[in-house]
Structures are given as C-alpha cells and as structure tokens.
C-alpha cells in the first residue's frame, strides 16, 4: 500500500473507517483488519466508539507508531477549554498520548471557525496531535481555513464516490498542497450493484467495491475509507493494489457523475456546497 503525502504528513492510501459501527463490532472486526494489513484507523468523537477502537489498537499488537490514527472533533465543542478537553478525553479513550490527524467534522459550529483552527494549532504544538485537518469543507472555506492556521492543513475528508463531481474541491486541494480523504465511496450501497462498475471489474477480476476503492487511491492525493463489519469483505477491500485502471476506465468511472449525487447533507451542519 502506498501512503499519500501531504503537507508533511504520510497517510496511508487506504483507511479503515468505524462510522455507524457499534462498539462490539470494533472490538471484533477492527483487530481483523489490523492483523490484514490496515494502519490507518479512522473515528470520531460522534461516533461514540472511541474508546471500543483504542481497546482494539491496545491488543491487536501492532505497535502505535505504526498506526495512522484519525479522530474529529464535533461542532459542540464551543470554547477553547471545551474544545481542547475533549480532545483530552479522545486521547484517554483511545488510549493514546496522540493522534496522527484530528479534524475539524463539519463546518458550521458556534465557535468561530478561526477559534477552532486556533485550538488545532495549539493542540499540535503541545504534541498531542501530530497534523491537522478538516472536514466537508467546500472549496472556499478550505482556502479560509489556510489562511487562518500556522500550521499546514493535511486534508479534507469528504463525501467522494463516482456519482458525485468533487472536482472544485480537489482542485482546491492541489492549489494548497492538502490531500482528499474520501468517505461514502459505496455511494450507500449503490456501487456493488452498479452494471458499468461491475463490468469493469469484469475485466480485472474484481468486484465493483474493489474497482471503485481502487478508482479513489488512483487518483493523486486521493485517500479511501473503506467500512465493513463482515470478515470477508475485509480482504476485498484491502486488496485493491494488485491491478490498475486504465486511463478510459478512469474516464467512464467519472462520467457516472450526475447533478443529485449527493448523499450526505445536513443542513444544520453542511456549508454551501461546491
């Protein structure tokens, strides 16, 4: 697996993601993952399953340093002592003195965007996190977000999968040396079913899950969440670095894109999108 760099960090190319996972879930198949070859861990504070992923990375026996560990602040965290407390409190559930990435989750939040940046930069130069980012921000609060942090923004975590047209963001992204890391590449459940996707697996010998992960970390700077809780399907997301997609399969992949491809977007929490 290849990592992406981006403004001085190395992110693994493929993350394991626990949304919407219950703890019990975590603690079985997370050390699954691990032991397959996963080193970037994705979580939230939203999650509610922090401290199931911190029991998991304690005693899989893979040693911390050779994880990639990502956790994300939510927007009720108003105030900087309540903003860096619960960062302390992430740190003792996942039972870590760091994390490699904290983000911001989304946009909109009572505290001042420029406050919680300011609360990042803090929390970086105390080492209790070692980069910085952001999440389901458009184009133009990326560039705010930059301008308002000493310190280089490694990524955007964002909404990505073949039926929705991110090009503004990434464009934004490469303009300010920042990386994308995509969540809801299955498109909630639409892309194992799609007839174009699986005919290009056809071809490889993958299924469209496979092609479709593998379509992201193709693409430069580009990082892939892949989720599940079943045994099986661990492996056929891992397994997405055996084969490439031509530059016409790249091309037909981004031509599924359509105006209502959006899945994700709340509107008390989601900016004015791209």
Known sequence: MHSVSANGANIPALGFGTFRMPNEDVLRILPQALKLGFRHVDTAQIYQNEAAVGAALASSGVPRADIFLTTKVWVDRVGHEAFIASVDES???????????????WPQSEMPLADRMGALNELRKAGKVKN????????????????????????????????????????????????????????????????????????HGKTAAQVVLRWAVQQKDVIALS????????????EIFDFALGEGEMAEIHKLARPDGRIVNPGHLAPEWD
């Open 91 to 105: 740190l003792q559930k996942l039972k870590t003195d760091h994390v490699d990435l904290l983000l911001l989750h």
């Open 132 to 203: 910085i980012g952001v999440s389901n921000f458009s184009a133009a609060l990326m560039a705010e977000a930059v301008k308002l942090s000493d310190a280089p923004i490694a990524t955007n975590q964002i909404e990505y999968h073949p039926y929705l047209d991110q090009r503004k963001v990434l464009a934004e992204a490469t303009r300010t040396g920042m990386s994308v890391t995509a969540y809801y590449l299955m498109a909630d459940g639409k892309v194992p079913q799609d007839p174009a996707l699986k005919d290009i697996g056809a071809r």
């Open 227 to 238: 989720k599940t809780a079943t045994e099986s399907r661990l492996r056929e997301n891992f």
